[in-house]
């Protein structure tokens, strides 16, 4: 195989024609040229010969078996060969035979009887053509591939950011819970609960999820309640009432002026889940629709969970009591379509308390 004169690597051109001599004089004019050539005498044969190595096709057009248009027609319905070029060499030469061709996809057409300084110059052009869309294609394919990695180490980065995330959020909850030993597993009981009540109530995924990480954070206020308050076996003083009412607050403020949509959340929750329906609760009295919807799911899932759980100035109640003493607070402690939702879900809350005792 000679060298190419152009100066350009030598690339694999694949000649596709029925008649032995046309295919040999092509051959021969291909490798002076310095290219690997290959050769076919039919479509079929043609398509045997394709690989991704090949970097242009040279086809007559008027075979037996497949023609020249119906070859490149399956070429360019190939992904792995759309990209290769496609000339037409034939001595059909009207109007309507270069329209076809251009339809079928071919990129050229040469004429028979062949000129060897047309050929070259019309081969050498395509070659380099393909040589820079090939350029481009890798470039769109490191590009891809660069990007799906980075994509992929931005999604690792921002699952571990959201994970330590929650981490200090259930830490945070549980320093608050730490304090009363016997109240271990309120907080997962309690995200179990505003769950079930949130699907019932026919919330979305995404708001789900933030209410069952940030619900375990409604009494993180506890943490500036003096101990002596807190863990105290019997009833409390009107002074260490007040004292005890001021959690909400404490909470709030703990977890105010943040970014985060779930430690926003959990600051609504905080301040709103002692409030009551009826206006009565605290600490700021606010009355119906006026507390945050998660305020007044976590005031139902932390009231079942307070009567059913052991305190220091109380032992466990029943599930059937305390979901009759819940039913009598229908639209004065809780809101009614929440009560009820809750209420549609018995079974599953008696599967979390069972499953999460103490």
């Not at 820079?132 to 990695?149: I, N, Y």
């Not at 949130?198 to 933030?210: F, K, Y």
């Not at 940030?214 to 993180?220: F, G, L, Y």
């Amino acid at each position: 195989m000679g060298e190419n004169p152009d100066g350009a690597a030598p690339r694999t051109i694949l000649v596709v024609d029925d008649d032995p001599i046309n295919r040999r004089v092509l051959c021969k004019y291909l490798q002076g040229m310095g290219h690997h050539v290959l050769s076919a005498e039919s479509g079929p044969d043609a398509l045997g010969l394709m690989s991704e190595n090949v970097d242009l096709v040279l086809s007559d057009v008027v075979m037996p078996e497949m023609d020249g248009f119906a070859l490149t027609r399956l070429l360019r319905a190939n992904p792995l060969w759309e990209h290769i070029p496609v000339v037409m060499v034939t001595t059909l030469g009207d109007r309507q035979a270069r329209l076809e061709a251009v339809q079928a996809g071919a990129v050229d057409y040469i004429g028979k009887p062949l000129d060897e300084t047309e050929l070259r110059i019309r081969v050498s052009a395509i070659l380099l053509t393909k040589e820079k869309s090939d350029e481009v294609r890798w470039f769109q394919a490191e590009l891809a591939a660069m990007v799906e990695e980075r994509t992929l180490a931005l999604r690792t980065a921002l699952s571990q950011l959201q994970e330590a995330s929650l981490e200090v959020v259930h830490r945070l909850s549980a320093a608050a819970e730490s304090r009363d030993p016997e109240t271990g597993a309120h907080l997962v009981r309690m995200s179990n609960y505003c769950v079930l009540i949130a699907a019932r109530l026919g919330l979305c995924e995404q708001d789900i999820d933030v209410l069952r990480h940030a619900s375990p954070m409604h009494d993180v206020g506890k943490i500036a309640v003096p101990d002596a308050v807190l863990m105290k076996p019997g009833p409390l003083t009107g002074d260490e009432w007040r004292i005890m009412r001021e959690h909400p607050a404490y909470g709030a403020r703990i977890l105010a002026n943040s970014g985060n949509r779930l430690l926003q959340a959990g600051e609504e929750i905080a301040l709103t889940h002692h409030e009551r329906f009826d206006g009565s609760g605290y600490p700021h009295g606010l009355k119906g629709a006026a507390i945050p919807l998660f305020g007044r799911i976590c005031a139902v899932a932390d009231v079942f969970d307070a009567l059913t759980s052991k305190r220091p100035y109380k032992p466990p109640y029943a599930a059937e009591h305390s979901l009759s003493v819940m039913a009598d607070g229908r639209g004065s402690h809780f809101d009614p379509e929440i009560l009820d939702a809750f209420f549609a879900g018995t079974d599953e809350a008696m599967a979390v308390l069972r499953r999460h005792r103490d």
